[in-house]
């Protein structure tokens, strides 16, 4: 893959958050290595700079390796500049209530962290060389969630966001012996396809009056990762209209 073009990792990038994180890197003229459980849409595989998406399960540890694997492999000993941990899950109990403290299996639980939390961890690490080589940046995208009781999302879900930016102060420590920034990005209300129509409720809410788009979401995620943010690190971005004010 040798290119004067910067290099992304983006997981979880076939729709919603992701996917528009993907395209806006595209715009820059960065290639994309990315994963999900789904396919890309047609349009963009077609797009050149699309280098390669690889079908992943990153909740299962086999099927990670092999991305992380099959990816070093897409990169040889060329550069990662970026790496943007954006694949998660909000898993309902049956009649779509949340998992909560008092209710839903633990395994459950377990499938939350492992998606969440500890595959951002392990694509951290599984890419590590290739970031130091290009002095790149980590993204992960956490939530307000992870800071606020918020009345939709389900206990297991919160915790796990809560985690993550934890994960991301420590790593930033970590990783800047490599050279490597680590940031995150937590959004609010955004939509895609995980908000239902009682998230209308939630608008009063938000000081701006109206819920964000994924391209918001992905134009922070992209500052992050570029040159314009050099000096920043263990930081994470708001990007909620306000809702975190309140």
Not at 11 to 32: M, N, T, V
Request: glycine residues 8%; aromatic residues 8%.
């Amino acid at each position: 893959m040798k290119s004067g073009r910067k290099t992304v990792v983006v997981s979880g990038a076939s729709r919603g958050i992701g996917h528009a994180i993907a395209k806006c890197f595209l715009e820059r003229d960065w290639r994309i290595i990315t994963c999900s459980r789904d396919d890309v849409p047609e349009e963009c595989e077609r797009d050149p700079n699309w280098s390669c998406h690889i079908p992943t399960d990153l909740g299962d540890a086999d099927s990670l390796a092999a991305f992380v694997e099959r990816a070093n492999a897409e990169l040889a000993d060329d550069a990662l500049h970026a790496l943007v941990n954006n694949a998660g899950m909000s898993p309902k109990v049956p009649f779509k209530e949340r998992l909560g403290c008092l209710n839903g299996d633990l395994d459950a639980w377990r499938s939350v962290f492992e998606l969440n939390l500890f595959a951002p961890l392990k694509l951290s690490r599984g890419f590590a060389a290739a970031l130091h080589r290009g002095k790149g940046a980590i993204v992960n995208v956490t939530s307000i969630a992870g800071h606020l009781i918020h009345p939709f999302a389900g206990s297991a879900y919160s915790i796990s966001k809560a985690a993550l930016s934890a994960l991301t102060r420590e790593m930033a420590n970590e990783f800047a012996d490599l050279g490597v920034r680590v940031n995150a990005v937590a959004p609010g209300e955004i939509e895609t396809d995980m908000i239902q129509p009682e998230y209308e409720l939630l608008i009063p809410r938000i000081p701006l009056g109206h819920m964000g788009a994924p391209e918001d979401v992905a134009k922070s995620v992209y500052y992050l990762c570029s040159d314009e943010s050099s000096y920043v690190t263990g930081s994470e971005i708001w990007v909620t209209g306000g809702q975190h004010m309140f």
